[in-house]
Nanobody, 129 residues
Framework: HVQLVESGGGSVPAGGSLRLSCAASGYTYSDGCVGWVRQAPGKTREAIAAIYSGGSDTFYLDSVRGRFTSTQDSSKTTVYLVMTNLKPDDTALYYC??????????????????????RGQGTQVTVSS
């Protein structure tokens, strides 16, 4: 049974930083990627970052590129999202999701993450202006 558990959310002022963690149990992924998806009230889910199983390839949505960085530990059981220069528009529930290569090929990495059934419950990030 795959379980993803996020932590590290909180409330910060604009310009602040947070580090989110996504701990995986029940498996270590050998293909595909683990990504971060966020959803703000009244808005659709938005995949913003992904790190592929090799650990060196990453993807970022334009709105967070240069401010957010995703890494993983050597055991591939924990993925991190370091968020800097946070903006009020970053306020959302953030959750991590995992997808395999078949899902990425079929739907594209962003859509695959946004609709993945392998995801955690999320951690809230609130950025005040």
């Amino acid at each position: 049974h795959v379980q993803l558990v996020e932590s590290g959310g909180g409330s910060v002022p604009a310009g602040g930083s947070l580090r989110l963690s996504c701990a995986a149990s029940g498996y270590t992924y050998s293909d595909g990627c683990v990504g971060w998806v966020r959803q703000a009230p009244g808005k659709t889910r938005e995949a913003i970052a992904a790190i592929y199983s090799g650990g060196s390839d990453t993807f970022y949505l334009d709105s967070v590129r240069g401010r957010f960085t995703s890494t993983q530990d050597s055991s591939k059981t924990t993925v991190y999202l370091v968020m800097t220069n946070l903006k009020p528009d970053d306020t959302a529930l953030y959750y991590c999701a995992s997808v395999d290569n078949d899902a990425i090929q079929a739907r594209g990495v962003l859509t695959a993450l946004e609709y993945s059934s392998n995801r955690g419950q999320g951690t809230q990030v609130t950025v005040s202006s």
